[in-house]
């Protein structure tokens, strides 16, 4: 199931949080300009058992405002835990996509056809 989290408010920032806290095996992708997103395993590679991910995004304990005074969320963040989920979304709405070159390696590649 899709998960959009998308403002500069409190609330919002805490969902995603929540959500990527509760989904360790899921996906998230980070919008940049308007239509192109980058994709990343849900949790950072500090928090993350297996060490996948990247530091880009911060651990999702980061408090509302704690990251360098923003908000994570206001870039627009798309989350699944079907990384095939994403992609056809991304595709249904003509964005286009790109991996993360810190998150999708050859230790822990994103297998682009099932869900993890």
């Not at 403002?7 to 940049?32: I, L, P, Y």
């Not at 005074?69 to 790109?98: G, I, M, P, Q």
Request: proline share 1%; aromatic share 10%.
């Amino acid at each position: 199931m899709i998960a959009i989290f998308h403002g500069h408010d409190k609330k919002t920032h805490k969902a995603f949080q929540a959500w990527r806290s509760e989904h360790a095996n899921g996906f998230h992708m980070t919008e940049g300009a308007s239509g192109n997103f980058t994709i990343h395993w849900a949790q950072d590679k500090r928090e993350n058992e297996a060490g996948r991910g990247c530091h880009h995004q911060g651990v999702s304990t980061n408090k509302y405002r704690e990251d360098k005074d923003s908000c994570y969320t206001t870039a627009r963040k798309v989350c699944s835990d079907d990384l095939a989920e994403l992609l056809a979304w991304a595709a249904s709405h003509n964005f286009k996509t790109k991996s993360c070159g810190h998150c999708d390696t050859k230790r822990f590649p994103f297998s682009k056809g099932s869900t993890l």
